[in-house]
Structures are given as C-alpha cells and as structure tokens.
C-alpha cells in the first residue's frame, strides 16, 4: 500500500514555472514506477509523465515535452513535475499515480493521490 499526496499546484502565468511535489509514505518507493496525470474539466484524465523505478527512463506526453520535466528524490519519497513555459492548456487537477506497468496508461496505476489544481493565466 502506497499513499501518496501532492502539492505545489496553484496560479502560474503563461512562460513561468512552477514545481509540482507528490510525497508518498507506505511500502518501499523506490521500487514503484510513477507517473503524473491530469484531469481539465470536461475532459478525461490525461497522462503527462511517467518514471521507471529504477531511475533509467522517463516518457513525456507530447503537449509537455521539452517543457516539464519528471524526476525523483528516493531519500525524500518524493516524485517531482517541473513546469517550464506553462500554457494556459496545462490548465487542470494535476495527480500523482504509483505501482503497476510503466508507461501512460492510468488504468496501469494501483494508487492515486488526491490531485493539485494548476491554473495558467494568459
């Protein structure tokens, strides 16, 4: 069992940054693959990143590629989403997924944090 909580979400203008966190306690971190996902209203979740577990590969979505960057602190049972030159369509509930295969399929995750609302303003 894995919990797991973000935070760092919150208003950012369009070419900021902002520095989403996802701290989890429980079993042992760093053997889970992770991810970041995100929900906009209307819309269904979307995948954004994901992190193998041993540390040798990254995948990105192609809207976030070449701006977010997805990383993570073993010592600290932390997971990272850097948003470099957010654009008003990053706008959503962004959440923290752990455990099952890596890759971008939400339905390959068996936990979930609660979700960080991030709002880019033009």
């Known amino acids: 069992q894995v919990q797991l909580v973000e935070s760092g979400g919150g208003l950012v203008q369009a070419g900021g940054s902002l520095r989403l966190s996802c701290a989890a306690s429980?079993?042992?971190?760093?053997?889970?693959?992770m991810g970041w996902f995100r929900q906009a209203p209307g819309k269904e979740r979307e995948f954004v990143a994901a992190?193998?577990?041993?540390?040798?590969?990254?995948l990105y979505s192609d809207s976030v590629k070449g701006r977010f960057t997805i990383s993570r602190d073993n010592a600290k049972r932390t997971l990272y989403l850097q948003m470099n030159s957010p654009k008003p369509d990053d706008t959503a509930v962004y959440f923290c997924?752990?455990?099952?295969?890596?890759?971008?399929?939400?339905?390959?995750?068996?936990?979930w944090g609660q979700g960080t609302q991030v709002t880019v303003s033009s």
């Open positions: 997924a752990a455990g099952g295969e890596f890759g971008g399929n939400p339905s390959a995750y068996a936990y």
């Open positions: 992190f193998y577990w041993s540390g040798t590969r990254t």
């Open positions: 429980g079993r042992t971190f760093s053997d889970y693959n």
